[in-house]
């Protein structure tokens, strides 16, 4: 399994960027998918995830500016950043966790000026 995300920049506080995540190889119809961040100097965290039957489970620290959708056909998560903060500027990962395994992309950076 191979997952790659792609969507990272830069972008002004109050914006918006979409993140997507691309998965490949072996994946069953039964899944979550999440996204992760990581912050310079800080461990990293949980974001998001999403099942396979579209159900959303948010951070606090991102509840009502982050959507999080997937498109099973394509086997791709997206995450809909809005009223982006600096405090959201990140190295992004997309997680796909099946069958007692998980799988991490490559990471995407998020930088976010004030």
């Known amino acids: 399994v191979q997952l790659q995300a792609f969507g990272g920049g830069m972008v002004q506080a109050g914006g918006s960027l979409r993140l997507s995540c691309a998965a490949s190889?072996?994946?069953?119809?039964?899944?979550?998918m999440r996204w992760y961040r990581q912050a310079p100097g800080k461990q990293r965290e949980f974001v998001a995830t999403i099942n396979s039957a579209s159900t959303p489970i948010f951070a606090d620290s991102v509840k009502g500016r982050f959507t999080i959708s997937r498109d099973n056909a394509k086997n791709t998560v997206y995450l809909q950043m809005s009223y982006l903060k600096p405090e959201d500027t990140a190295v992004y990962y997309c997680n796909l966790r099946q069958s007692f395994r998980e799988y991490w992309g490559q990471g995407t950076l998020v930088t976010v000026s004030s």
């Open positions: 190889g072996s994946i069953f119809s039964s899944n979550l």
